[in-house]
């Protein structure tokens, strides 16, 4: 479920004039689902902006689920670990360490249609069939589940400097 939910917010940052940089990039401390930046081949007015990079703490859960859609499990020390994650990717790409850095959170709802609940992997999420444009307002249904973006909150979790 989670591969899914982060592959459909891969796809509509895409859509959306921003170039993956790294999925599900991890070291010691943790894993960050996914790192963007504008695609400078698309936003022709980001280069008068300084250089920016995302990170996305993309929650995947099914209706009725306990935590807020994913919400409440980015506690104050899971937030602490995600930046800890965030330096140490920073060492390992120098050329973003000038770049201004946001940490936002993608929360999307993962329902099953039916059936047996399918484990993918994230190489076999990728080859679905899915569509040219997910624009993220309305559900998307594939591979088994229905796919929605319940939220995406930019700048959701905060450096603690």
């Known amino acids: 479920m989670g591969a899914l939910g982060e592959e459909a917010i891969a796809r509509w940052l895409v859509a959306h004039g921003w170039a993956i940089v790294a999925r599900r990039w991890h070291c010691r401390w943790g894993e960050l689902d996914l790192v963007v930046a504008p695609d400078p081949d698309r936003l022709a007015q980001v280069a008068n902006l300084p250089p920016s990079i995302v990170f996305i703490e993309v929650k995947a859960r099914s209706a009725g689920n306990w935590d807020a859609d994913g919400a409440l499990a980015i506690s104050a020390s899971k937030q602490a670990k995600l930046w800890r994650t965030v330096g140490s990717f920073l060492m390992e790409y120098p ?67």
């Open 95 to 161: 050329q973003y360490g000038e770049a201004v850095c946001r940490f936002d959170v993608a929360l999307v709802r993962c329902d099953r249609l039916g059936g047996e609940p399918l484990d993918r992997s994230e190489a076999e999420v990728a080859t679905l069939p899915w569509p040219e444009r997910f624009d993220g307002r309305s559900a998307l249904e594939i591979g088994g589940y229905r796919l929605q973006i319940v939220r995406y909150i930019e700048g959701a979790i905060e450096a603690d400097i």
